[in-house]
T-cell receptor, first 112, second 115 residues
Framework: KQEVTQIPAALSVPEGENLVLNCSFT??????LQWFRQDPGKGLTSLLL?????REQTSGRLNASLDKSSGRSTLYIAASQPGDSATYLC???????????FGKGTTLSVSS | GAVVSQHPSWVICKSGTSVKIECRSL??????MFWYRQFPKQSLMLMAT?????????EQGVEKDKFLINHASLTLSTLTVTSAHPEDSSFYIC???????????FGPGTRLTVL
């Protein structure tokens, strides 16, 4: 059974810092991995999607890496801003495409 | 593009009543829709997957007779929580895609509170 773990559960940083969020998964047989952002009481915004054959994806200040063999992904946020404050969710799609398994998320707080 | 809406965004109901939540893909045809439930400070848990015109596939532990899913068209799926109880209070989120392995686009969620 696929399990997705995110560390840390919560993170507080001052504005301007670079930071790394970690995601690990137990079954390396995945189709893709996605990072989402969720604001309180809101739905999900897709940030980055990495196919199983890819190693990383970048969008603006965000960079996500994938090491499928070790079951790990990291989300790197450069020059953090207060607007980055949210919960970041990692999710893996199984190879059959029948289930998207989410981690519990990392709640990020960036202070000005 | 790729916008998914949910209605209502928040609903409060009495225990024992049924509640219907709608999920619509506004600018694309969604052959596959997914329903998730999220309890406070927990991850999203997949409840069921529905393909247009066929019966939904429920995840283990999800009561299909309690959570009725209908995917009657390529732009609309509904989740009906029948005989709702306080323990059904949760945040329900749908997502839509053009195929099981294609990108899923998520709706804004519906917060259900059962008194």
């Amino acid at each position: 059974k696929q399990e997705v773990t995110q560390i840390p559960a919560a993170l507080s940083v001052p504005e301007g810092e670079n930071l790394v969020l970690n995601c690990s998964f137990t079954d390396s047989a995945i189709y893709n991995l996605q990072w989402f952002r969720q604001d309180p009481g809101k739905g999900l915004t897709s940030l980055l999607l990495i196919q199983s054959s890819q190693r990383e994806q970048t969008s603006g200040r965000l960079n996500a890496s994938l090491d499928k063999s070790s079951g790990r992904s990291t989300l790197y946020i450069a020059a953090s801003q207060p607007g980055d404050s949210a919960t970041y969710l990692c999710a893996v799609l199984n190879q059959a495409g029948t289930a998207l398994i989410f981690g519990k998320g990392t709640t990020l707080s960036v202070s000005s | 593009g790729a916008v998914v809406s949910q209605h209502p965004s928040w609903v409060i109901c009495k225990s024992g009543t049924s509640v219907k939540i709608e999920c619509r893909s506004l600018d694309f045809q969604a052959t596959t829709m997914f329903w998730y439930r999220q309890f406070p400070k927990q991850s999203l848990m997949l409840m069921a997957t529905s393909n247009e015109g066929s019966k939904a596939t429920y995840e283990q532990g999800v009561e299909k007779d309690k959570f009725l899913i209908n995917h009657a068209s390529l732009t609309l799926s509904t989740l009906t929580v029948t005989s709702a109880h306080p323990e059904d209070s949760s945040f329900y989120i749908c997502s839509a895609g053009t195929g099981a392995t294609d990108t899923q686009y998520f709706g804004p969620g519906t917060r259900l509170t059962v008194l």
